[in-house]
C-alpha cells in the first residue's frame, strides 16, 4: 500500500534531487490485502450496506519491501515528514465526501 500524496512527493524528489539521478524508488509503506482494506473502510463507515465481504481465503499479504526504506527517508527529509500516509487516513481522505 503506498498513498497517492506520498506517491506524488517521491516523484517531486525524483524530479528535484540531483542524487536521485537514475535511481528507482520504491514506494510501497507495508503490505496489505482487501480483508484489511475492508476492514477499515468498516470501521469508517459501521453503517454502510455497500461495502462487500471480504474474500475468502484471502491469508496475509507477506512481500518483502525493505527497499521502501529509502522512499521513506526521502519523505522525511524533503518533506519533514514522520512517515508514510497510513491505509486509515488514505482511505479516510478518499471517502470523505461519500455519503
Do not use: Q
Request: aromatic letters at 8%; charged letters at 30%.
Amino acid at each position: 500500500f503506498v498513498n497517492v500524496e506520498d506517491t506524488a512527493r517521491l516523484h517531486i524528489v525524483a524530479l528535484l534531487a540531483p542524487e536521485v539521478k537514475s535511481e528507482r524508488i520504491w514506494a510501497c509503506a507495508k503490505p496489505t490485502n482487501w480483508t484489511e482494506i475492508i476492514a477499515r473502510l468498516r470501521e469508517l463507515r459501521p453503517l454502510s450496506s455497500s461495502i462487500p465481504e471480504p474474500p475468502r481465503n484471502e491469508g496475509e499479504e507477506n512481500s518483502d519491501i525493505t527497499g521502501s526504506k529509502r522512499a521513506e527517508e526521502y519523505l522525511k527529509r524533503f518533506f519533514n515528514r514522520c512517515g508514510w500516509v497510513t491505509l486509515e487516513e488514505s482511505l479516510r481522505d478518499g471517502i470523505m465526501d461519500l455519503p
